[in-house]
């Protein structure tokens, strides 16, 4: 069984570009979650996605998007990138978010310039 | 606001020595996490806890949950080096999300 796949592993990027990071859930999962690492403030509850629609949103500035397709594959986007906004950013999948074991991604570094 | 705080933050024991690491949460979850996270790796799972009083076992591992006291345990028995890494409690919130301690970073030496 594939596990969770997120795409590019690696990005660097220079102040004010934007940024996709996509991720490809498990088969049958319909939740994709989104969490940023950094050493500094840990992980941190980006959004989650369920059947296309955001159930939920963490404290971060508009600048991070997310969107997911009929196929419960996920993308999140950010815009005019800052410095902070270099980590580790992590996807989880689980089968319908609450109740249900997530199961995370290998991550993207992305590191802004 | 949910708060899930771990003690301690980091760890050096000997190999062959027991510890446990302690996870407080401030409100009601019915599910903790544990995880276990490599240098420059994702997280893997380590341990779902359900219910009040629930206890699993995995190797030198074994995770218990109070949802009473809202305190977990990681304990570590006869640790070895292979179990060097970070581990990260998180407890679950509705609407859905995971928040997760700040993680424990354990070294395992000689």
């Known amino acids: 069984k594939a596990g969770v796949t997120q795409t590019p592993r690696y990005l660097i990027k220079t102040r004010g570009q934007q940024v996709t990071l996509s991720c490809s859930p498990i088969?049958?999962?319909?939740?994709v979650s989104w969490y940023q690492q950094t050493p500094g403030q840990g992980l941190q509850f980006l959004f989650e996605y369920f059947s296309e629609t955001q159930r939920n949103k963490g404290n971060f500035p508009g600048r991070f998007s997310g969107r997911q397709f009929s196929n419960s594959r996920s993308e999140m986007n950010v815009s005019t990138l800052e410095l902070g906004d270099s980590a580790l950013y992590l996807c989880?999948?689980?089968?319908?978010?609450?109740?249900?074991?997530?199961?995370f991604g290998q991550g993207t570094r992305l590191t802004v310039v | 606001e949910l708060k899930v705080e771990q003690n301690p933050l980091f760890l050096s024991m000997q190999e062959g020595k027991n510890y446990t690491i302690y996870c407080n949460y401030s409100t009601t979850s019915d599910r903790l996490y544990w995880y276990r996270q490599d240098p420059g790796k994702s997280l893997e799972s380590l341990f779902v806890?359900?219910?009040?009083?629930a206890v699993k076992q995995e190797g030198r591992l074994m995770a218990s949950l109070d949802t009473k006291a809202r305190l977990s345990t990681l304990h570590i028995t006869a640790a070895v080096h292979d179990l060097s890494a970070t581990y990260f409690c998180a407890v679950t919130r509705s609407p859905y999300a995971l928040n997760f301690g700040k993680g424990t970073s354990l070294l395992v030496t000689p």
């Open positions: 806890l359900l219910s009040n009083g």
């Open positions: 989880a999948s689980s089968y319908s978010g609450e109740n249900t074991e997530a199961f």
């Open positions: 088969s049958g999962h319909r939740s």
